[in-house]
Nanobody, 125 residues
Framework: EIQVVESGGGSVQAGRSLRLSCVVS?????????IAWYRQGGGNGCTMITE????????PVSFNHEGRFTASLDSAKNVMYLRITSMKPSDTAVYYC?????????????????WGNGNAVTVTS
């Protein structure tokens, strides 16, 4: 069974950087699946930040990265990372990782995929 666990969240001051981790178990290789980062907060719905398909990044054009969001895969550890720089209060959200997640209006009630429980990030000014 595929299991997904996010970590690395917490409270961070505006302007600082943060790295989130997503550990996936029950898979041989992350390159064999689609895996994505999402966030939900500030009254917004479930927003896909970036996705890897067959190991290649395919960020959605609907999310404005502003050059601040960088995702990467560590194939040896089956871990996906998300680094966020120059953080803003508007980045405050719960960040989710999902395998075969697809698109959803609400990250807390997805209809398919394997999702983590989410990791809260609070950016203070």
């Amino acid at each position: 069974e595929i299991q997904v666990v996010e970590s690395g969240g917490g409270s961070v001051q505006a302007g600082r950087s943060l790295r989130l981790s997503c550990v996936v178990s029950g898979l041989s290789r992350l390159e064999d699946v689609s895996i994505a980062w999402y966030r939900q907060g500030g009254g917004n719905g479930c927003t896909m930040i970036t996705e890897f398909s067959s190991g290649r990044p395919t960020p959605p054009v609907s999310f404005n990265h502003e050059g601040r969001f960088t995702a990467s895969l560590d194939s040896a550890k089956n871990v996906m990372y998300l680094r966020i720089t120059s953080m803003k209060p508007s980045d405050t959200a719960v960040y989710y990782c999902a395998v075969y997640g697809g698109w959803h209006d609400d990250c807390t009630s997805p209809t398919n995929g394997y999702w983590g429980n989410g990791n809260a990030v609070t950016v203070t000014s």
